[in-house]
């Protein structure tokens, strides 16, 4: 009795961490009675959930809603939009913005399932100092940005399958099972399905080293049920998918590495950053030594196989690389990281100096937390002038809601959340699969004469154009161009002087957010 209730502690403590870390950012999501989301590729992914709730079974291949009226062939896959709608179908009861709310809700209740089965496996594996994982994995910045309230990414349920896979292929070093073998290739299986990018990286590493280490670990006995559903879960993927998502994210041209340096996940993080301090504390630095350590100190056979296994050291050292070139990257150098810290720490037989040093460490974080959590004056009004912002827009978008399409031009990264408010499609997205789009947008907003400006929004049969802020508009589209900005930029024009648009643009509505002008013919 004793033990089920400190049990039940444990996970009510985990549990509390996790959702309160993840939820920090409440008053950012909920404002005004209504949910604004985190980033913009989180209305496209609520727009698809949206289509798919109108039509049930719809598996959505094709984006009409942005780089209109060409469209995209996004990234995107159909698991995690249903996994939405399942969450707001369940909802419906209790709320009449289910989809909204099933979307805000997603990425944490997927970050408390995460921690919940850390919290049983690492228990099983009999770690000493699990809690150092459990912790880390609890409270880290980077961490909790991808599984936040707000932000239904597809990158949390990858955390999720990433941690499930990690994990049963430890176990799976030291527990020749059949059953670890299907909980592996299930979790391998769905995470390949829902992204084809850095699953299939990290699965083709563990893949190599298995086989240069042990090829029993790959062909075993214990893993044939587990390949074979992993083949049939990626064979139903195709067959229901139809299609091979984009990895446009290699390639280059000048045009995309100027979009892909305004764009936080894909800038570089390089190892003199003090941001690697602040999402994973000061054991990071020591981490090499403890590998060392740990490697010095092997013991074949340890039991429960409490010592980290090569290829999680392996992942490990690779994921931190590819942080180095892409931050999305960080997301799973940090989880691996701290599924692994147990084990780095294992070696280390004082309990007391593995605390205090652990505790001390963690002082970074800390003091990121209290940043975010009780922010400067200057911060604080950030703040609120960007919920306002998102309430204004959110009214400019209701006034282009039709029964007919109505198709809109707006800065790059409103776009999404302006189709989503609007059920419009907007000439522009925030997926690099949108690029011409993006392009033609920032083409339109930098325009000198309006002779090009027409003709662009002709291209796209724009009916509406909302114009945003003229010094961050024309800064982001110089930086995506390459180009200064001319004296006289259409954006500067729009948002400043109304009086001398072209009468091809009708002004019809402003607020704090922008103006919204009317296209007609003339």
Not at 13 to 20: C, G, M, N, R, V
Request: with cysteine.
């Amino acid at each position: 009795m004793i033990r089920a209730i400190g049990l039940l502690i444990e996970i009510v403590l985990l549990s509390a961490l996790i959702l309160a870390a993840r939820c920090a950012n409440y008053q950012d999501v909920f404002v005004a009675g209504n949910v604004y989301f985190s980033d913009a590729d989180c209305y496209a992914r609520m727009t698809r959930v949206r289509m798919c709730e109108k039509k049930p079974g719809l598996i959505v291949r094709h984006h009409d809603f942005e780089n209109f009226p060409q469209g995209t062939t996004p990234h995107t896959t159909a698991p995690f939009d249903y996994l939405i709608l399942a969450l707001a179908v369940a909802l419906k009861p209790f709320t009449v913005h289910a989809i909204d709310l099933a979307g805000a809700l997603i990425s944490p209740l997927l970050a408390l399932f995460g921690g919940w089965f850390l919290w049983w496996w690492s228990r099983r594996m009999k770690f000493r100092y699990r809690w150092a994982a459990l912790i880390l994995y609890a409270i880290s910045p980077v961490l909790v940005k991808g599984t936040e309230l707000g932000r239904p990414d597809h990158q949390s349920l990858l955390t999720l399958l990433v941690t499930v896979a990690i994990c049963a292929e430890w176990t799976l070093q030291f527990e020749r099972s059949t059953k670890w073998g299907i909980v592996s290739g299930t979790a391998w299986s769905f995470a390949l399905w829902v992204s084809l990018y850095e699953p299939l990286i990290l699965l083709f590493l563990v893949v190599f080293l298995r086989a240069v280490q042990d090829r029993q670990l790959l062909f075993g006995k214990q893993r044939r049920a587990g390949w074979i559903l992993f083949a049939v879960i990626v064979a139903l993927a195709f067959a229901i998918e139809r299609r091979i998502p984009s990895l446009s994210i290699f390639h280059s041209g000048e045009l995309f590495e100027n979009w892909a340096r305004t764009i936080g996940e894909l800038a570089h993080v390089w190892p003199a950053n003090p941001i690697w301090l602040r999402w994973g504390g000061y054991l990071l630095l020591l981490t090499p030594l403890l590998i060392w350590f740990g490697v010095r100190k092997r013991e074949v056979g340890a039991p429960g196989g409490r010592t980290a296994p090569i290829f999680v050291l392996a992942l490990l050292v690779t994921t931190y690389l590819l942080t180095i070139w892409q931050a999305r990257w960080a997301y799973f150098f940090f989880l691996i990281f701290a599924i692994a810290l147990p084990a780095l720490l294992e070696p280390i037989n004082s309990r007391a100096a593995v605390w205090i040093a652990f505790t001390l460490s963690i002082f970074p974080i800390l003091r990121d937390w209290d940043t975010r959590l009780w922010p400067d004056e200057a911060e604080y009004t950030h703040r609120i002038e960007q919920r306002n912002e998102s309430v204004q827009s959110r009214d400019l978008a209701i006034d282009l809601q039709s029964s007919e399409t109505r198709p809109f031009l707006a800065p790059w990264w409103l776009s999404p959340a302006i189709a989503y408010w609007s059920g419009q499609p907007g000439v522009a997205g925030s997926s690099h699969e949108s690029l011409s789009g993006i392009a033609d947008s920032v083409r339109f907003f930098l325009a000198e004469d309006w002779r090009t400006a027409r003709e662009i929004l002709e291209h796209h049969r724009v009916a509406w154009v909302i114009v945003y802020d003229s010094e961050r508009v024309a800064q982001n589209s110089s930086a995506i161009l390459g180009l200064a900005v001319p004296r006289d930029a259409v954006c500067v024009v729009l948002d400043r002087t109304p009086a001398q648009a072209p009468r091809f643009l009708v002004f019809s509505a402003q607020n704090g957010a922008g103006k919204l002008y009317r296209t007609v013919e003339r």
